[in-house]
């Protein structure tokens, strides 16, 4: 069955016939993301949905959509989206963070300009045929400091674009690098001195509890009086109240504000103000921008539907259309190698540790490690996947280690998991081969080459003559069929395992049987989904 999409807000045809093309069936409701109770009845029967800012992806929302796979945001902010909710029910939550820097950039420029040269109240005040020359005194930008509060996508342009008009480019970011500063051509500052500093503030951060109300009172009394302010970036990065003070008192000169906190914002204490340039969030409002974030979302979900491919993933990792056949027998395999531990392991987990050598340490580990964890779970939390795997292995409390080693056997790469609990340490550990088939290699220490059975027991025991003959005999006595089997010792008369590969799961009453032997130290039944190999 082909993978159904609606797209809820008002988004390119040029989009809706890329879903098409790639033979997604797609509804094009455009109105029904203002329809709360609409949306709620219909979204179980989609496997995407595409939407603008209109659509509130609620947590009421994600329970309903007993389908959906992935949500596609046509812009970069989403905060209209629930993503602890999403990724708590395995929902990719994606959004086009590229589609539209250069548009939003540019506004932020703009907003620049036009506090410095006046140039909204000199044009209405030409406009109403007086001409008042004395009464605009503008300020030249060459020179002046210009703040940059995040670096990023957006950020970083503007940063360049400063630079470009001989400004003085200061920038806070906490995950901005010396290299890259160096490259971008901006001095990396603490925010207190950006504070301190600026002529210009220009705010291009996402909406966080970490940057919600990044700019209140107390940081707006660090600034130079005379400073100006832009924020073209997400509503509530600013505490507006303070704001409306400060340019009452002269603190701040003047400000550019292209989101508010809340919107549509009709009443404003800060509209009619003659040092405010106010726009109706219209930082991505170009045609090649609107253009752009619709293709790229319909692209990216199309993709990820079809393919499998992850690109500009909130919750998750990203996995290129490239890589992923490369990388999907690994995911595979890493996804089995912790649903075994997870299936032997009853006391509760404490520390996970993944290692990748060889060839597995170049791959895209993040993809890996979820899906490890995915299958570490899995035997607890049934309807777990890569997307809500960290999530819930977080809220257990679980600290997970990852480790990276150039190759060191015989084997070109190899994935191993070591898990510990109160009482004991396990590990596991396995490849693949040419014919991309997932293969236990080591298990407790003990070298061995085992395929991955559909139905399968593991058992542990002292190397000792007659443990094959013990299972077998119980098999047979119960009426059950042992296809093939694995054997692996560390030494002789040391610690022994058997891997037994069965045509059905093995019963129950038989288990106990198998437990109840001295011989055996411990028994567990495997069951692994072989057809998704």
């Known amino acids: 069955m082909a993978p159904r999409v609606l797209v809820s807000d008002k988004l390119s045809t040029t989009a809706v016939q890329i879903f098409k093309d790639r033979g997604i069936e797609v509804d094009y409701l455009p109105d029904l993301g203002k329809d709360k109770e609409k949306l709620l009845e219909v979204i179980d029967q989609y496997d995407g949905l595409a939407i603008r800012s209109a659509t509130k992806v609620t947590e009421k929302l994600i329970n309903a959509a007993t389908r959906l796979k992935v949500v596609g945001r046509a812009g970069i902010g989403v905060d209209n989206v629930d993503i602890p909710a999403a990724s708590r029910k395995g929902i990719i939550v994606m959004n086009t963070p590229f589609g539209n820097s250069i548009t939003t950039a540019e506004h932020a420029v703009a907003m620049i300009f036009a506090l410095a040269r006046q140039i909204p109240e000199a044009n209405a005040s030409t406009h109403a045929g007086k001409w008042e020359k004395n009464r605009f005194m503008g300020i030249e930008i060459t020179g ?60 291009h951060t996402p909406l966080t509890d970490k940057t919600r109300n990044i700019i209140d009172a107390a940081a707006i009394a660090k600034m130079k009086t005379g400073v100006r302010i832009i924020n073209c970036a997400r509503g509530g990065l600013i505490v507006e109240a303070d704001l409306v003070a400060a340019l009452k008192s002269g603190k701040v000169a003047g400000a550019g504000i292209d989101v508010f906190e809340v919107e549509p914002a009709e009443n404003h204490e800060l509209f009619g103000m003659e040092n405010v340039v106010a726009t109706p969030h219209l930082g991505a409002s170009t045609t090649e921008a609107q253009e752009n974030v619709a293709l790229h979302v319909a692209e990216q979900m199309s993709d990820y539907l079809i393919k499998g491919a992850i690109s500009n993933a909130i919750n998750m990792p990203s996995i290129t259309a490239e890589e992923a056949p490369r990388l999907k027998p690994f995911v595979k395999l890493a996804e089995v190698l912790g649903a075994f531990v997870g299936q032997v392991t009853e006391d509760p987990i404490k520390e996970v540790e993944i290692l990748f050598d060889g060839s597995t340490a170049t791959m895209n580990t993040r993809a890996l490690i979820s899906a490890t964890l995915a299958g570490l779970i899995r035997p607890q939390v049934s309807d777990v996947n890569m997307v809500s795997a960290p999530i819930m292995v977080k809220e257990r409390g679980i600290i997970v280690a990852e480790v990276k080693r150039d190759k060191s056997g015989v084997f070109d790469g190899y994935i191993k998991l070591t898990v510990k609990t109160e009482h004991m340490t396990r590990s596991i550990a396995g490849t693949c081969f040419s014919d991309g088939k997932p293969r236990f290699i080591q298990i407790k220490g003990i070298n061995l080459d085992a395929e991955v059975g559909q139905h399968m027991l593991y058992t542990t025991n002292a190397d000792a003559p007659g443990i094959i003959g013990l299972l077998g005999t119980v098999c047979g006595e119960n009426g059950v069929n042992i296809a093939n089997f694995q054997l692996g010792r560390n030494r002789p008369g040391g610690d022994a395992i058997a891997l037994l590969y069965l045509d059905a799961p093995f019963p129950e009453n038989v288990l106990e049987q198998v437990k109840a032997h001295k011989s055996i130290d411990s028994a567990k039944r495997l069951q692994f989904d072989v057809n998704a190999m």
């Not at 674009?161 to 806070?172: D, P, S, T």
């Not at 971008?184 to 503030?201: M, N, P, S, T, Y």
Request: aromatic residues 6%; glycine residues 12%.
């Open 144 to 203: 002046k400091t210009l703040g940059v509060i995040g670096c990023g996508n957006i950020g970083s342009i503007v940063a360049t674009r400063g630079v470009g008009l001989k400004m003085h480019v200061i920038a806070f970011d906490p995950f901005l690098s010396d290299s890259r500063a160096e490259e971008l051509g901006v001095e990396k500052v603490e925010l207190d001195e950006l504070f301190a500093r600026a002529d210009f503030i220009t705010l």
